[in-house]
């Protein structure tokens, strides 16, 4: 199987349930620091979630570069992968993460089997969780507080700062989930789905 079969299943498959609520986003290549990394498939709810896809036709050279990008960011994290990895996936990814094995069927269909569920990261990084938002929403979020205008005309990387300094992580989670889910120009592959769940972490 290459990418983008499994990823269509995925959204067809697991994902399909959540499609309908305009309260969460599922998003293809999500960008992480600014672009340093992309998330194959993000879902934004009550939770950052991500998930990792790993065919058999991909190798896993940057998959420790991925996972320190993952876990910076995300509350749960999920991997998908075919037979070939699993057993490698199992002493790479941390403990925290779920695991899903996808296979094809008899018939030609793609199944989902979860080898191990994902658990809430207690490591992601408020510095890095801010820099999913575009400058226009890190001033909106400080004109929000009152921030002088002259202070909001400085560089983004010192917003971002100001941002973290003056919200807690958990309040700043929830304003940048929210920003995201507001978002309309989105630089990245569609489909854009959004879906029922309103606060869960994804599981099977």
């Known amino acids: 199987m290459n990418d983008f079969e499994i990823r269509k299943n995925i959204h067809d498959k697991i994902l399909y349930?959540?499609?309908?609520?305009?309260?969460?986003?599922?998003?293809?290549?999500?960008?992480?620091?600014?672009?340093?990394?992309?998330?194959?498939?993000?879902?934004?709810?009550?939770h950052l979630c991500g998930f990792e896809i790993k065919s058999a036709n991909d190798n896993l050279n940057r998959l420790d570069r991925q996972i320190?990008?993952?876990?910076?960011?995300?509350?749960?994290?999920?991997?998908?992968?075919e037979?070939?990895?699993?057993?490698?996936?199992?002493?790479?990814?941390?403990n925290w993460w779920g695991i899903i094995l996808c296979k094809k069927g008899g018939k030609g269909?793609?199944?989902?089997?979860?080898?191990?569920?994902?658990?809430?990261?207690n490591s992601s990084n408020p510095d890095s969780i801010v820099r999913l938002l575009w400058k226009d929403e890190?001033?909106?979020?400080?004109?929000s507080k009152g921030i002088p205008e002259k202070i909001l005309k400085q560089p983004k990387y010192k917003l971002y700062s100001l941002v973290v300094s003056i919200f807690k992580k958990e309040e700043l989670n929830k304003l940048v989930r929210t920003s995201l889910k507001e978002r309309k120009n989105w630089r990245c592959?569609?489909?854009l789905f959004q879906y029922d769940d309103l606060s869960q972490p994804f599981s099977m």
């Open 138 to 143: 890190i001033v909106s979020i400080l004109q």
């Open 17 to 46: 349930k959540h499609h309908q609520n305009n309260r969460t986003l599922v998003i293809d290549e999500f960008g992480l620091n600014n672009g340093d990394c992309r998330a194959d498939i993000a879902v934004i709810n009550g």
């Open 68 to 81: 320190s990008f993952y876990d910076s960011v995300f509350d749960y994290s999920t991997i998908v992968v």
């Open 109 to 121: 269909d793609v199944k989902f089997t979860t080898a191990r569920k994902s658990q809430k990261n």
């Open 83 to 94: 037979e070939k990895h699993l057993s490698k996936i199992i002493e790479l990814v941390p």
């Open 189 to 191: 592959h569609k489909p």
